[in-house]
């Protein structure tokens, strides 16, 4: 009987004919399935380039887009609005700007998420590098019509509000999961006031905060499609990685265009300034939640 016993509990943990028994993994089963490129916020980046070429292409390219971007920057300013944004003369980016991208990479380090370190800075860095670039020595701002006074250099994307939404979301990037909403909710809020203040006192067009927002979040997007786990999504949240920023910029036109024969061209600008940095922070933060980003 001893004997009879003691074959079972050997069977049972070799299995049949003395097979090994299965290997008991000490990681979760969503870690085990490897870091793969994730097809969600990879379609998130694909709606955020066409969005930013939609909006360079009415908002600059066209006489009509233009025009009304023209009527935003020539209307008159009530003064309560510009004391507000006028705080934002006094905010100074650089130092904000080295104490991020030297602060950022520490913090990862220190959390041992050594490639989060590479996707904040690709986010950060990336996206200032990227906003120069394409501002001074790739994309034209040509005169179409005639421009009112309003100033013709180019101005697409804004480096304000390219620099506050990449420092926003390259902090999220390295923070524990737990804590990104905690840090997106008034991080959005902050990016919302730098990008209707530029369009207040007249230093950016609406198209200027819309491609920054579009840029940064493009460039989040690819960190988060290499660093996070291939999960299976519903269609439905394809479509909405996909369209949400396309929406945004489509929204940007036709509240513009509604406005900009009644005089309220300026207002729906600041509004949908700051608006549509509140609904990219949400998106890229539902998706870096989404796809677990380096899950502590």
Request: aromatic share 8%.
């Amino acid at each position: 009987m001893g004997f009879m016993q003691v074959s079972l509990v050997l069977e049972n943990s070799l299995g049949p004919a003395g097979a090994p028994a299965e290997k008991v993994h000490a990681y979760p089963a969503w870690h085990r399935r490897g870091r793969r490129i994730a097809a969600l916020p990879l379609l998130g980046a694909l709606g955020c380039v066409l969005a930013f070429a939609y909006t360079y292409w009415f908002f600059v390219l066209t006489p009509s887009g233009q025009r009304i971007e023209n009527n935003a920057l020539l209307a008159g300013r009530p003064s309560t609005t510009d004391s507000i944004a006028g705080l934002l003369r006094d905010v100074d980016f650089v130092p904000v700007l080295g104490v991020t991208a030297v602060v950022l990479p520490l913090l990862a380090l220190a959390r041992r998420r050594y490639a989060l370190a590479g996707g904040a800075l690709v986010t950060l860095l990336g996206s200032l590098a990227a906003a120069q670039f394409l501002k001074l020595a790739v994309l034209p701002r040509p005169r179409l019509g005639d421009s009112d006074g309003a100033p013709g250099h180019n101005s697409f994307p804004s480096g304000h509000v390219t620099a506050a939404m990449a420092v926003l979301l390259a902090t999220m990037l390295v923070l524990p999961r737990r804590y990104r909403w905690w840090a997106a909710i008034p991080g959005a809020l902050g990016v919302a006031w730098v990008a209707a203040s530029t369009v207040v006192l007249g230093w950016h067009r609406l198209s200027d905060t819309l491609g920054a927002f579009f840029l940064v979040s493009a460039l989040c997007c690819l960190a988060i499609t290499f660093r996070g786990q291939k999960p299976r999504r519903s269609f439905g949240a394809q479509v909405t990685a996909l369209l949400v920023p396309v929406l945004v910029a489509g929204t940007g036109y036709l509240a513009t265009s509604a406005g900009a024969e009644g005089g309220g061209v300026l207002v729906m600008a600041v509004v949908l300034a700051a608006l549509s940095s509140m609904v990219m922070v949400a998106l890229v933060t539902w998706l870096m939640l989404g796809e677990r980003v380096q899950r502590p």
